[in-house]
């Protein structure tokens, strides 16, 4: 995203006491795995990911969404499957799929092909905007599970099966829970961390929230924090779906390069005072939406990527 | 568009004493127009204007855009022409740029071509909607003139050029008036008609208002009135641009196919009383907003386009 005005993850509009906030992407290259696996009946879920995870951060909860479908000549069939996506997205959303557009283009999508963005809207009482101020050293890193490699690095993971002697995407992937083969794992959609969010704004005091999507850990969380501020994340605190250490074998990728492409089984990050951190937990919420405390809030006065140490786990 | 929920051309959602109306919109086939000219500082215009155009006609006016911007390799100068022309488009609209999205998607597009989609959310109190429900037969239609063939019927377009052996895109227009070529002529941006409609809203009664875009006059007019009601058009009543008759002409077209694939000169049109039109007239709306009255509004019991008649110019 580019033109954010927030410093956030989403573009911010003043009405009335509120505050719209609007956000957009596409899903980039997970499409060619679609097309690959010809599945399209969860990248809509993606396409919808990918922008009400960006709007959530100032504390926003998404109103409504619009998509566009681009292709070279409409297949009805499959439009039907990626919309289906996008109302199932909507629908774990909790928000109103307001329009859209199907776009025929001939010649600028090869056969089969086509391109999607998606726009969601959402609103947040001014008084209750999330936006990082209020984060200082010794606060505590809430991470909510990721369900893969969601949206971003697809062109690196690509890379690595496509280049592999050993596997190729109809393989078992090794030491996966669910059983699937690794083009399965990793066409997976993206959490919605909509419900996450909702039950904690309001109920818990967050200072600050992020999503984590390409560029991985150095990018994105410098972004929910005030200047002054960095984050330390201890690797060791939580297990990692089998597809990075798949990704990272085959690939041969340095631990940094992992942390800053993927989002290693973290996609969604809450900034909480520690009490507050264990209240969510003695209340269940870590449980129920599938958290773990992934790191601390440090000082620093380092710039940019160098605001993020992790610390990597040696398993 | 499809989704609408509004009967017209834009999503409405409910957001305290106002609506919300969201539009999306891309420029279509157009833009292999700005491909072959290598000429990328308008198409922005249109991509804004597409959406805009849309979300006015329920009587909003335009708060902010976001832009999607696809491509397989990224070509700064090129992305930053196609910026500038949004840019420019969110200036005439009066809206904000709130954020956007760059998407490099290897293989998805072939080299030195892009795909754009764009997204407009305005708002409009509730009790100022303009809905089409106080149409009545006897009202009259107020076009604005339009800029050319705006973003619709590019297919249709190009094909008569590329198959004309008389005529490419780098020779004169006949019978242009600003001595453009055939191309020059082609890639007019889109004509914004946020001003116009600012200027009307508010001061005269606006009973319905209908953006022209694919399908022409038969497929967007009805959308803006209620059952039972059509308009007959008189198209002696306006001059049209000279790529018309040059289309017309060069690729054998009937008159209604004209009429149903592009705007004939008139890309957008405002319903009002007659009183009201004469009012806008004496005032000097007319000059000032380059409109013209070109129809009025009838009683009819047909469905669908046939609700539409065009009384073709003898000219």
Redesign the interface.
């Known amino acids: ?5 927030s410093g956030g993850f ?4 003043p ?2 006491d509120s505050y ?1 906030v ?5 899903v ?2 997970k ?2 795995l679609a097309f690959l696996l010809d599945k399209h009946d969860t990248i809509g879920v993606d396409l919808v990911a990918m922008s009400v995870n960006d709007i959530i951060t100032v504390g926003a909860l998404p ?2 969404f ?3 479908f ?1 292709t070279s000549k409409l297949d009805v069939d499959m439009a039907e499957s990626v919309i289906a996506g996008i109302v199932d997205g909507c629908r774990q959303s909790s928000c ?8 025929e ?5 090869a056969e089969g ?1 086509y ?1 999607l ?1 998606g ?1 969601a ?1 959402g ?1 947040v009482k001014q008084d209750a905007l999330v936006d990082g101020k209020r984060a200082v050293a010794g606060d505590v890193v809430v991470g909510l599970r990721s369900s893969g490699v969601h949206s971003n690095g697809y ?1 690196l993971a690509r890379r690595v099966v496509e280049s592999s002697d050993r596997f190729d995407y109809g393989d078992a992937l090794p030491g996966d829970d669910q059983g699937r083969s690794v083009g399965e794992a990793l066409l997976c959609p993206t959490r919605i961390y909509v419900p996450a969010a909702r039950a904690a704004l309001g109920k818990y005091d967050i200072k600050a929230m992020a999503h984590i999507t390409g560029g991985g850990f150095y990018e994105n969380f410098p972004r929910c924090l005030p200047d002054g501020l960095g984050a330390r994340f201890d690797a060791s605190l939580w297990s990692k779906p089998a597809i990075f250490s798949f990704l990272q074998d085959n690939g041969r990728i340095a631990d940094a390069e992992m942390f800053r492409t993927f989002n290693m089984g973290v996609g969604y990050m809450m900034v909480v005072d520690g009490a507050v951190a264990r209240q969510m937990e003695s209340d269940g919420y870590f449980g129920e939406h599938d958290a773990v405390v992934v790191g601390e809030i440090v000082a620093t006065d380092a710039k940019g990527e160098a605001r993020v140490e992790v610390e990597f786990s040696t398993q």
Chains 1, 2 share one sequence.
């Open positions: 995203t580019k033109g954010d005005v989403g573009g911010l509009y009405f009335g719209l609007a956000g957009t992407d596409g980039g290259t499409l060619k109103m409504f619009l998509d566009y681009a109103t799929l307001l329009g859209g557009e199907t776009a283009m001939p010649g600028f999508y092909e391109d963005s726009f809207v609103s062109s």
